[in-house]
Each structure stands twice: as C-alpha cells, then as structure tokens.
C-alpha cells in the first residue's frame, strides 16, 4: 500500500478510536450502544500494535530475526519445538486466558462502564501487553528460562525468593477465590450442581475415548465430551424440576466448599489422569468456542448498555466491594489489563515454541489484547443488565439484606429501580429459585451473557439453557484451574522442601504427596472457607486480595524487565517498564494500605476485626476478627516482598549506571539462524 | 479495453487467490488446535520413539505428557 495510503489509514484509525473514547467518556443520561466500547477498543489496540509496540521492538529490545532461537538450536521434538507463529499465537492466548478478565470486570462494574473501560484499554496497551512481550522475550534470549530463574539471575537472591513467593501466595489466593465464585454460582442450583457433576463421568468418557478408541483423536473426543456436556445442560433442566434429584443436588455454600476441597485434594494426591486430561481439552474446547461465540454474539446483537457511565459507587461506598476507583478499581480489574500470571506463560512453554525473535511482538504483544478484548466482552455482558438486577445479583444479603423485598427497596433506594418481581422474573427466565447474594461475578456474567446469546438465537425461551451453559463454561474452567494448580502449588512446595530433606522433594514419594497436597489444599480452602462464611460474600475480602497478589507478581516481572533494559545499556528507554512499574506500585501500596489500615469497617481488615470485637462474643465472630487480621497479615507480607524486590532492583540499577557494576547480562549466545524466512512462517 | 479472455483470467486468478488464503487460513487453524489439544506433540512423540499410534503409546505419551504439564502453572 502507497504511503500516503498508509497513513490516511491510521489518521482515520486514530479519529475513529479518539471518536469512541470520548463517545463513551462524556456521554451521559441515555443508555450507549455497546459497540462504541468495540470500536474504542479495536482503534487503540490497532495503534498500540503499530506504533507503540513497533517502537518497542525497534528501539528498546532490538529485535533480531537472524538471531537463532532456543526453539532452533535446542530443537528435541518434546519441549523445544520450531512452530508457526499463528500457531504459537493461539496456543499462547489458550494459555493466559483464564476465569480474571471475565469476573474482574463484571466486579469492576459496579462504578459504571467507565473506569474499567478505560483501564482496561489503557493498562492493556502501556501496561500488560509490554509485561507479556519484553518478558517473552527476555526468556527466548536465555534459552527459554522461568520467571523465577531470571528474577535470580539478574536481580538477585532476594528477587528469586520474593517471585517465588509472590508465585505460592497468587496461586493459594486465586483458587481460595477461584473455588469460592463457583460455590457461589452453584450453591441453591440444581440445574447447575448437576450440569458440573456430570462433567465428571463425561470426562472419564473422554479419557477412555482417547485411550481405547482413538488414541491421541484429542479434537473428536473433545466435541463428542462437548457433545455430551451440551445433552447434560438439558439434563439438569430436568434434574431441577424432578423433586427428588432436586433434592440430592441442590447444595448449600459449606457443603459445596467441603466438596470442592475434598476434589481438589483428590485431584492433587491421587493419579487421576484419566479425569484431569480430559477434563482439561474439554475446559479449553469450551472455553475458546465460548469466548468466540459472546464476540459474535455481541457483534450480532450490538447490545444497548443499560449500566451509566459513572455510578454513585466511585465514592467507594460500593455494595459488590468497597472502596473508591484509586486505586480498587486497577486491583479488580487484574488480569483483563495486566496479569503478573501471564509472565509466567510468557517465560514457560511459548518462548520454547518461538521461530524466530521478530515473532515475540505478535505472540506477546498481541494475546494479551486479544485477552484484554476478552475482558471488554466481559463488561459489555455487565452493562447490559439493568443496573437494579446487576446489584440484585451481586450484592451480598450483608449489605442488602436477606428478604427479596427488602433487598429491591435498599438497590433502588440507591438509584437503581428493581423489584422483588423482577429479580423473581429473571431468576425464572434462567431457571433458578433466586439470584440474590450471587456474588462472585460469575452469575452476573451468565446472565448478561445469556441475554446476549438468548437474544441473538432462541430469544427467552431458552435463556435457561443459555443461563446454564454460561454457568457450566465458568464452572468448568475454574475446576481445571483448582485441580491444576493445585498441582503446581504441590510441585512447587515440593521442589522446596526438597533443599531441607531429600524425600520431601521426591513427587513420586507418597507421603510426601500427601503432605504437601494437603498442605496447598488446606492453604486455599482456608481462604475458601474464610469467604462462605463471610456475611459480606468473602468477594468483598478475598478479590482484592487476590487483585494485590497478582499486581505483586506483575511488580516482580516489571522489575526483571527494567533491570535487563538497564544492563542492556537502555536507561533512556527504561520508561517503557518503569511507568507501569511505578504505577503498579503505587496502586498496590494504596490498596494494600487500605485493606490493612482503613477506619471504614467494610475495607480495612483491622477495623473490621475491631468493630466484631466490640460486638457479642461469640465463637463466630472471633473466627472472623481472626480471619480479618490473618489477611491483615498476608497482605502486610506480599507489601514487605513487593519493597525488598523494589529496593534490591533500585540498588542494581544503581550500581550499574553510575559505573560501580558492570552490566552482565546472562543472555545466550549470539547463533546465526539456519532457518530460511519460509521455514519461519 | 480488456478482452473476456483477460478479463476471465483475472477472475479467475483472484478465485484462486482467494481460495489459497482461506485454504491457508483453515489449514493455520487446524494447525492450531492441533497444537492447543496436543495432537501434534503426539505426533512428534511417535515420531521421535519410531512408534505406531497405539493405547499402550498414546499410555506411554500421556504419562510423559502429564508429568511436564503439571508444572506448568495455569493462568487466571
């Protein structure tokens, strides 16, 4: 294309998105079309792309497409393995794509369309997308090491040990939290409490499929098990309306906790490989054919945004969780804008796939923005619901209170008109007794979702099943991510007390397996447990928490990126990861701030354990003072780590450009690529 | 004035054109899912022992395959 063709093209790309953006910042009273957030976000990932990540790849990373990679010179058929970027590409996002930029964001919502909008849009660009590519980068050039290696590496002791911490602490907090918006999506549903349980036969179904059958035929045997999953939506319908199958699976929150920590510990300890395996293609298949689905479902529909702009909630008086924008609304979003998670996808399986250097920008770069378009769905799904049933959903009985009738007058006391009718008449429309004190997000999500989808194919009368496979798909995808990383947590901790007493590190070693198994299942069940019996929701405590830790990890892959821009001698281009750096900074210290410290009951642990204290002693609530001041502490901890690795980074930095260290960076060697430009893809 | 006779074969080169891309496209995705659904590291792991696609190999692959991916930490 002509030059001047060219940039015809990216003027009217940048009109058009500065179009959007100021569309739906100052526009108030009547409702938007969702398609301005589209459009917003296609033009500023577009120009992201182009220029900012062009600049980066050129100016401060200098990008080789000679330089061999360890997919090439370490080529063995198993871990490191010359694929097509495309290919990468995709494996890359079916990586870091998980349950964050879809709950984040619904969350996020209770401020309005607005401030997540925008954070999203703006994170994802200066913040996560740079995280995910420098730090993919980083590992091609030094034979596809880990995060925690190169956090050793290059800053140091202390930066190894915090990563690694900071790596234990997000997993255990993530799944107490990840276990907790599937026992809130589930608890009182039969419908849904089936569906999932028959995920169980189905995989094994899958597992035999694959291992008599077929062998290794993992696509068949994944649309059969969604086949099967489909006909199980349809079968919960029934078991909902059949008295005594209601009765067997319609759970409470606590029985469903103990279940679910009972299958995390099952699936941690025990060689379950013929449910795990399946299960987890199943997740994937579903997953990525759902995320597809809601694009096209929302392109179809281009659905009106009933959320406003701005709600009154930005004075942090919010019932989903409390606290004002700064800094709770970045430390909610997490994933959807930056994810310190992806950094560990980012120097584990993709920088060993990787043909050539040039292709880090692309697969970086480019998966996060299509992970952070995920989390625009997610707020479109959101906004669509009235605002009253939105709260409805995601208000815990705590705040609202728990009579129907009561809960609608306390929402539209706020502004907010809903009746006890109208949360009955859409809690019918999706086949549920209630939707109130859902919380967790999840259930908001299905039914935005399900509104999507219901009124683009099958209009209301199969808004139930839509309800339900929206359901499913969370619930799924959650269960592969507890029993999964429950088993990374197990490793991890194995690896460990292997240093202290050789057989505590062997994984084949039963009672060690057992041990430590019990020990990452009882770490996240206790949070878990923390938040069923939390009169707030456990939401109220348990996201931010988990929003900190993962900032935390992110924090960490930020100051890795800046130490090696240092040593490579580019302190004048250090701002592409020290701006993101100071900002995750200063947003974690300022939430992590008012988590421990703040006099409001409602955000700050002490005060909450204070206000309890002067209430009746009982043995409730003094579990709860100690819950409230165990988070205190853990948060406190992952602030002391984020300022060691903060001061250990500072200090090299330091040392390097006043003179008094050399730069040494611990890159791989130079090999000229024998791969020809075709063979690269 | 282009003649039917060129003008034809300008059509039918961008068909073919374009029935390349797509082609390209499904067999880039088919590629893909291959590898998301580790199809293809089966096929590499045949490849690499000289063994015919069987239960006891598709096991064997399993086994190793399960051992490797439970280290990898999945994202949130």
């Known amino acids: 294309m002509p030059k001047f063709l060219r940039s015809v093209l990216w003027i009217a790309v940048t009109l058009l998105g500065v179009l959007a953006v100021v569309t739906i910042a100052v526009h108030r009273g009547e409702p938007i079309n969702a398609m301005w957030l589209v459009m917003a976000a296609l033009c500023t990932y577009a120009l992201g792309y182009r220029f900012y990540s062009k600049f980066i790849a050129a100016r401060v990373l200098t990008l080789d497409s000679l330089r061999a990679t360890p997919a090439e010179r370490l080529e063995d058929g198993r871990d490191f393995v010359p694929t097509n970027k495309w290919v990468v590409f995709g494996h890359h996002f079916a990586a870091i794509a998980g349950p964050g930029p879809l709950v984040g964001p619904v969350l996020a919502a209770q401020f309005g369309y607005l401030p997540g909008t925008l954070w999203v849009l703006a994170g994802a660009v200066f913040a996560g997308c740079v995280q995910d590519f420098v730090i993919l980068l980083f590992s091609v050039r030094r034979d596809g090491q880990s995060l925690t290696k190169m956090a050793k590496q290059e800053i140091g002791r202390v930066g190894g040990f915090v990563a690694y911490v900071a790596v234990i602490s997000i997993i255990v907090i993530l799944l107490g939290v990840a276990a907790l918006i599937v026992v809130n999506a589930l608890k009182s549903s039969p419908w849904g409490t089936f569906t999932i349980a028959m995920t169980i036969p189905i995989a094994f179904l899958m597992g035999l499929y694959l291992r008599r059958l077929r062998p290794g035929k993992v696509l068949e045997a994944s649309v059969l098990g969604f086949i099967l999953v489909m006909l199980a939506i349809f079968g919960g319908q029934w078991a909902s309306l059949n008295p005594t199958a209601a009765r067997i699976f319609t759970l409470s929150a606590p029985t469903l906790a103990v279940l679910i920590i009972i299958y995390g510990f099952a699936a941690s300890a025990l060689p379950v490989w013929l449910l795990l395996a399946p299960r987890d293609y199943l997740s994937t298949f579903v997953k990525l054919g759902t995320i597809a689905l809601l694009a096209l479902g929302i392109i179809a529909l281009r659905p009106t945004l009933h959320m406003p702009a701005l709600t009154r909630f930005v004075d942090g008086t919010g019932p989903v969780f409390a606290g004002k924008i700064f800094p709770f609304a970045f430390i909610t979003i997490a994933c959807g804008a930056i994810s310190g998670f992806h950094a560990l996808i980012s120097s584990g399986t993709t920088p060993k796939l990787i043909c050539r250097e040039t292709e880090t920008r692309m697969i970086g770069y480019g998966a996060m923005m299509a992970e952070s378009m995920v989390a625009i769905m997610a707020t479109i799904a959101a906004c669509v619901l009235q605002p009253g049933i939105y709260f409805g959903i995601n208000s815990p009985a705590g705040i609202v209170g728990q009579a129907p009738e009561v809960a609608a007058a306390t929402i539209t006391s706020w502004g907010f008109p809903v009746t006890a009718a109208d949360m009955h008449s859409i809690a019918q429309a999706v086949g549920e007794q209630t939707l109130y004190n859902r919380t967790g997000g999840a259930p908001a999500f299905a039914v935005g979702m399900a509104n999507i989808f219901a009124h683009t194919l099958g209009g209301q009368t199969v808004m139930a099943i839509w309800y339900h496979f929206a359901i499913m798909f969370e619930a799924l995808f959650i269960l592969t991510i507890l029993d999964a990383g429950t088993r990374v947590g197990r490793f991890m901790v194995q690896d460990a007390l292997g240093h202290i007493w050789k057989p505590l590190g062997r994984t084949s070693w039963y009672p060690s397996i057992l041990g430590t198994s019990a020990l990452i299942v009882g770490s996240w069940g206790y949070f878990l447990w923390q938040g069923v019996k939390d009169p707030l929701g456990g939401i109220n405590s348990l996201w931010p928490l988990f929003g900190i830790s993962n900032q935390l990890l992110a924090t960490v892959a930020l100051c890795v990126a800046t130490t090696i821009i240092v040593k490579m001698g580019k302190q004048a281009y250090a701002f592409v990861t020290l701006v993101p750096l100071a900002w995750l900074v200063s947003v974690t210290f300022t939430a992590s701030y008012h988590k421990v410290f703040d006099p409001n009951p409602r955000i700050g642990f002490l005060a909450h354990a204070q206000q309890l204290a002067v209430g009746a002693a009982t043995s409730d609530n003094s579990k709860l003072i100690f819950n409230d001041r165990l988070d205190a502490v853990v948060t406190g901890v992952l602030i002391v780590m984020v300022s060691l690795i903060l001061l250990e980074s500072a200090l090299e930095w330091i040392r390097i450009m006043t003179g008094r260290k050399t730069a040494d960076i611990k890159e791989a060697p130079f090999v000229m690529t024998r791969l020809t430009a075709e063979e690269q893809g | ?76």
């Open chain 2, 1 to 76: 004035m282009k003649s039917k006779a060129q003008i034809f074969a300008y059509v039918t080169n961008r068909a073919a054109a374009a029935v390349s891309v797509v082609g390209t496209t499904l067999s880039l995705l088919r590629a893909m899912l291959r590898e998301i659904f580790d199809e293809s590291a089966y096929a590499r792991f045949l490849t690499r022992n000289r063994l015919a696609s069987s239960p006891d190999a598709y096991g064997v692959f399993v086994r190793e395959q399960a051992a490797a991916k439970s280290r990898r930490p999945r994202c949130c």
